[in-house]
């Protein structure tokens, strides 16, 4: 079946740090991928997406590449800043099957000054 | 232009009764999604509406149901609540088939007891 696996939390970064959030996935066919965050007592935002092998999707600093050939969709941002605290969601929506988003289990981020 | 909207914000019901949850889409967008999000979990898909159909179910049993009124709103009744239903209900809309454009709402958090 389809599933999303992400690298499990909490991750603690000071401010300026380099931030590498893990995710692969197992799907049948060709999905597309994204990233979500859900900041305290807001709802889910989506942050950046990517729709076909080696696509890059980016956006406010963070970046990730839909990787086929080892299933991966790793978000990374370079410089991190206190504002970045949250929760992240890895998802993917198989194409061929529907519109429905299928989530990890989020991995929360906590950076400090 | 108002985003997702949801009503109630919090909700507590005892074991054995019943709840309907409310959306309203983002301007324009004809299509609801309902989503779970247990504490700690990534959101999982319940089902979708578009023109007033159950358009895609995730597996979720048949006490959860939905509508979608001519004014593309939506409900999710919840039937005889488990402690397990426990959670905060996410719905999303899109516009048709562009699953990249899910807007979430901030969600009502539902308690069992």
């Known amino acids: 079946g389809n599933s999303v696996t992400q690298m499990e939390g909490p991750v603690t970064l000071s401010e300026e740090a380099f931030l590498t959030i893990n995710c692969t996935y197992t799907?049948?066919?060709?999905?597309?991928l994204f990233w979500y965050v859900q900041y305290p007592g807001e709802g889910l935002q989506l942050l950046l997406k990517?729709?076909?092998?080696?696509d890059k999707g980016s956006n406010k600093g963070f970046e990730a590449t839909y990787r086929k050939e080892t299933t991966s969709f790793h978000l990374e941002k370079g410089s991190v800043q206190v504002s970045d605290s949250a929760v992240y969601f890895c998802?993917?929506?198989?194409?061929?099957?529907?519109?429905?988003?299928?989530f990890g289990k989020g991995t929360t981020l906590s950076v400090s000054s | 232009d108002a985003g997702v909207t949801q009503s109630p914000t919090h909700l507590i019901k005892t074991r054995g009764q019943q709840v309907t949850l409310r959306c309203s889409p983002k301007?324009?967008?004809?299509?609801v999604s309902w989503y779970q999000q247990a504490l700690g979990q990534g959101p999982q898909f319940i089902f979708q509406?578009?023109?007033?159909?159950?358009?895609q179910r995730g597996n979720f049993p048949d006490r959860f149901s939905g509508h979608q009124f001519p004014n593309y709103s939506s409900e999710l009744n919840v039937n005889a609540l488990l402690l397990g239903d426990s959670a905060l209900y996410l719905c999303?809309?899109?516009?048709?088939?562009?699953?990249?454009?899910?807007?979430f709402g901030p969600g009502t958090r539902l308690t069992v007891t």
């Open positions: 999303a809309s899109s516009l048709g088939q562009l699953w990249d454009e899910q807007y």
């Open positions: 799907a049948t066919g060709y999905p597309s």
């Open positions: 990517a729709t076909k092998a080696d």
């Open positions: 998802a993917l929506t198989p194409n061929q099957a529907g519109t429905a988003l299928i």
């Open positions: 301007s324009g967008h004809d299509t």
């Open positions: 509406y578009y023109e007033e159909e159950e358009r």
